[in-house]
Structure formats: C-alpha cells, structure tokens
C-alpha cells in the first residue's frame, strides 16, 4: 500500500517522528502542507486574474465558502486591479507569480537580480492594490533551482509549489474538462497543495466538482489559508 511520508512519520517511535517532524516542518520548498498548518488541503491558483474566468471563479468559492490562496502575475494583476482586490476583499491569499511570468525562469537567461525584481515588482503592485505585501512566492512553472530559491529569500518570500494539479494548461491540456476533473476528484488527499489555474474554462468544471466531491468528504479547505493570513 502506497503511504505518504506523513502518514508514514505517524507510525515512527517518538524520537524519530520529532526529527522527522522537525526536517519536514524546516524544509525549504512546500510541495505538501507543512506539518504545522491546520487543514486537510490547500486550494491554489495560478496565472490570474482573468477579466472573464476569475469574477465567475469568486463567485463559486464564495457559494462555497471556500478560501484558496491566487499566485497572479503582477502583469495581469496590474490591468485588472479590481480583481485583485476582490480576490483579497473575499478573503483569499494574493500570493507571487512574478510580474511578466518569466519564462525559463530558472535557466541562464535571467540574473538572480533580475529575477528579484521582477517578483518585487508584482509584490509591490499588489501591495499598492490591496495596501499588503505578497509573502509566498511560486516560480513560474514551478522551475525551482538555487536562483529561484534564492530570489524568494532575499524577497522574504517563501516558496510554495504543489502536489496535485490539473494541467490544464500542460501535461493534460489535451485532456477533456470531466477527464481532468475525474482525475483531481478521485486522487486528491488530506495534505495536498492543489494547482489549478484561474485563466481558463476547464478550471472551473474542475473546480465546481471538486468542491461538491469535498464538501461531502467534510474535508477542512480553510484553515490552511487562515494560518498564513
Ligand atoms: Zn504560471
């Protein structure tokens, strides 16, 4: 039987479990939930917002409500500032994707310092949108080396990728709405950082399910987000 490694660390003697609590809870990428934060998954969204696709997102947390954590690019952000503040007047993270979604991000073509800037520049448009300061950052297409771990640290960002996503836009973009839905829906756990992005109609097939599925699970979508308010 497939065990996660929390699940695992449970099982261990006492000694083991607080060393490996404590080097899971010190880790310097969150791929799942940390150990310390309350909740049974994260919902997160990338790329937004999106003048058509995000106002009908919010409105279907908010029949739900749920709260997830928006990583936008300081671009979109920038054209659509009254999403953005949506976003945060319902409640929800606005989260770092960088300014112009650069691409390669973790290749040679862009300096740490570049790299700084351009999530300096999308935390301080959000900052002067919603008067507060982006504080997790996920690189674009999660391109995660020494320079992009780095760029977070010297922005006092931390980082955050994900453990389940949709796709929609990737490795399943050519897969159906209800096949990617099926997909989440039936292997999404307790402790999953989930991925999906507000910029696209499959999203919100994928998420108007899912939050049905969960709902009758009882699992906990909030906490998560409330700790790190
Ligand atoms: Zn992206």
């Known amino acids: 039987m497939k065990r996660t490694v929390i699940e695992a660390v449970k099982t261990c003697a006492r000694p083991v479990k607080r060393a490996l609590e404590l080097a899971i809870d010190n880790r310097l990428v969150d791929y799942h939930m940390p150990l310390e934060m309350p909740g049974d ?11 058509e696709y995000t106002p009908l997102l919010l409105n279907l947390l908010d029949r739900y409500g749920v709260k997830a954590m928006f990583f936008v690019i300081g671009e979109r952000a920038e054209k659509n500032p009254d999403l953005v503040k949506a976003y945060h007047e319902q409640g929800h993270i606005v989260a770092n994707h960088t300014y112009s979604h650069l691409n390669d991000v973790a290749g040679a073509r862009y300096s740490r310092d570049r790299v700084v800037e351009d999530i300096n520049k999308c935390s301080d448009l959000v900052e002067s949108t919603i008067g507060k300061a982006t504080r997790q950052f996920r690189p674009p297409r999660g391109e995660l080396n020494i320079k992009t771990w780095r760029a977070a640290r010297d922005t006092d960002h931390s980082l955050m990728l994900w453990s389940i996503e949709g796709g929609e836009w990737g490795k399943r973009s050519d897969w159906s709405a209800e096949d990617i839905s099926d997909f989440v829906t039936s292997n999404i756990k307790k402790r999953d950082i989930l991925l999906l992005h507000d910029d696209n109609e499959k999203s919100l097939v994928v998420i108007s399910d899912l939050l049905e599925s969960l709902r009758k699970r009882k699992l906990d979508l909030n906490s998560a987000i409330e700790s790190v308010r």
């Open 41 to 51: 998954i994260l919902i997160t969204f990338d790329d937004g917002p999106h003048p």
